[in-house]
C-alpha cells in the first residue's frame, strides 16, 4: 500500500495516463496542469464534460475501448472519480498487468450535496453513484483526496452507507480504503497569475469577487443577501461576478444583473484565462457562501492573488490557511459575514495582499507537481515489489 511518500525527487521518468471521463471544470484543469508541470510523460485519455451521470455509468466502457488501442502502454494509470474503476479494469485486464491504478478524487457522490430537485434523489437511485465510488476505492492501488476533509468526510460517511445494505456490508473496507488514501492538494498556475499582478490594486472603491460555478451548491442566495446589505448601508463598492452559467443556474443571477447593475464592473464567463486573471488581480475581497467544496481551487487562485477571503468555518477551508489568519479571514455565522464584510470595505488594510500571497504561494504547481511525481514513482515502485513477492 502507498502508505508514504518517497524521499528523494524521481529520476526515471515515467509515463503516466490520466483516463479522465468528464474533461471539463477543475477536472480538465487539474489534468492540463499535471501535464504541464511533471518531470514525467503525461498523457490525458478523456471524454467531453457533460452528462455526469451517464459518464458514470458508461465512460468506463468507451475508455477501455481507447485503452486497448493504444501502443504504448503507461507505467501507471491516475483515474477520476467519474471513472467506475472496476468496470474499466475488468475490460482492460489482458492489457494491464501490473500497472498501478490510482484514483484521484476531485468529489465523491457520498457526500456532494445533491440538488433536492433531482429526480434520482427522490426515486433512491443517487446511491448508485455514491457505489461506484466505493468499489472504484475498493480496487484502486492507492487513493488521492484533494483535502483531508474530503477525505475524512468520505471514510466517515462510508460506514453509514454500508450500513444501508442488508447483510455482508464489508465494514473492514472502510479502514483498507482509508489505509491507502492520501491528500495531495490540486496545484494553480501561480506564474500565470504572475503575469498581470499589479504595483497597487484599485481602492475607489474595493473590487468584491465571486468566481465559482453558478450553482446552487455555491449557495450564491447568501452572498448576494450579505451585499444588499452593504449597499442598503449605503458603503461604496465594485462587483464582479465570474464563473461558469449553467442551463439550470440560480435565477438570483439574473435578479442580481439587474439590482446591482451600478456596482457591476464584469458579469459572466470571463472569455479568456487572461482576462480572468486580469479581473482577480483588481479584486480585494473574497467572501465565500459556499456549501460544497472538497478543496476549492477558486478560492486559492483569488488568495494567491491578493483577494482577502472572507471564509466559513466548515468544508475544506480552515486546513488551506494557516490557523494565525483564521480571526482575520473567517466568519462564524451570517451576521458575522456582513460585520466582517463592513469593516474590510470601509477599513481595508493592503498589508494583507502579501499575506493571502504568501498563503497561496505553497499550492503552486511547482510545489504539487513535485508531490505528484513523487507519489506516482513510489505507486510504481511498490507495484512492481508486491508482484514480485
Not at 96 to 112: A, K, M, R, S
Not at 169 to 176: K, L, P, R, T
Not at 230 to 239: A, E, G, Q, R, V
Amino acid at each position: 500500500m502507498l502508505t508514504h511518500y518517497c524521499n528523494f525527487y524521481p529520476v526515471m521518468k515515467l509515463n503516466i495516463l490520466i483516463v479522465e471521463p468528464f474533461f471539463a471544470g477543475s477536472h480538465a484543469i487539474w489534468a492540463q496542469g499535471y501535464v504541464e508541470n511533471s518531470i514525467h510523460n503525461v498523457s490525458i485519455l478523456s471524454l467531453p464534460g457533460r452528462h455526469w451521470k451517464w459518464r458514470m455509468h458508461g465512460g468506463a466502457i468507451t475508455l477501455a475501448e481507447k485503452f486497448n488501442e493504444l501502443s504504448q502502454l503507461p507505467d501507471v494509470i491516475i483515474a477520476s472519480d467519474m471513472l467506475d474503476v472496476s468496470l474499466f479494469i475488468s475490460l482492460v485486464r489482458h492489457k494491464i498487468g501490473d500497472i498501478p491504478v490510482i484514483t484521484y478524487f476531485h468529489e465523491n457522490q457520498l457526500t456532494y450535496p445533491w440538488s433536492s430537485a433531482d429526480s434520482d434523489v427522490g426515486n433512491g437511485r443517487d446511491a448508485h453513484y455514491g457505489f461506484i465510488n466505493y468499489t472504484s476505492a475498493m480496487i484502486s492501488d492507492g487513493i488521492l483526496f484533494n483535502s483531508h476533509f474530503h477525505l475524512n468526510s468520505f471514510t466517515s460517511t462510508l460506514e453509514t452507507f454500508l450500513h444501508s445494505f442488508p447483510d455482508y456490508q464489508n465494514y473492514s473496507e472502510v479502514s483498507h480504503i482509508r489505509n491507502k488514501s492520501k491528500v495531495i492538494y490540486p496545484g494553480i498556475d501561480t506564474e500565470l497569475f504572475d503575469l498581470f499582478q499589479l504595483t497597487a490594486k484599485p481602492s475607489d472603491p474595493l473590487l468584491i469577487i465571486w468566481n465559482h460555478r453558478w450553482e446552487y451548491d455555491k449557495n450564491p442566495e447568501e452572498f448576494f443577501k450579505a451585499l444588499k446589505i452593504i449597499k442598503k448601508n449605503s458603503i461604496p463598492f465594485k462587483l464582479a461576478v465570474l464563473g461558469e452559467k449553467y442551463h439550470n443556474s440560480p435565477k438570483i443571477f439574473g435578479d442580481i444583473q439587474s439590482e446591482f447593475c451600478e456596482h457591476i464592473v464584469h458579469f459572466g464567463f470571463a472569455d479568456n484565462i487572461e482576462d480572468y486573471a486580469k479581473i482577480l488581480q483588481s479584486g480585494s475581497i473574497l467572501p465565500v457562501t459556499s456549501n460544497q467544496d472538497f478543496f476549492g481551487i477558486s478560492i486559492i487562485e483569488a488568495i494567491y492573488c491578493g483577494l482577502q477571503p472572507l471564509l466559513p468555518v466548515r468544508l475544506s477551508y480552515p486546513e488551506l490557511i494557516p490557523k494565525e489568519y483564521h480571526d482575520k479571514l473567517f466568519y462564524s455565522d451570517f451576521d458575522d459575514l456582513v460585520r466582517k464584510l463592513e469593516t474590510t470595505l470601509t477599513g481595508y488594510d493592503h498589508s494583507i495582499e502579501n499575506i493571502c500571497r504568501s498563503i497561496g504561494i505553497k499550492y503552486s504547481w511547482a510545489v504539487i507537481g513535485k508531490k505528484l511525481d513523487e507519489f506516482m514513482q513510489l505507486a510504481v515502485s511498490e507495484k512492481k515489489t508486491k508482484d514480485t513477492t
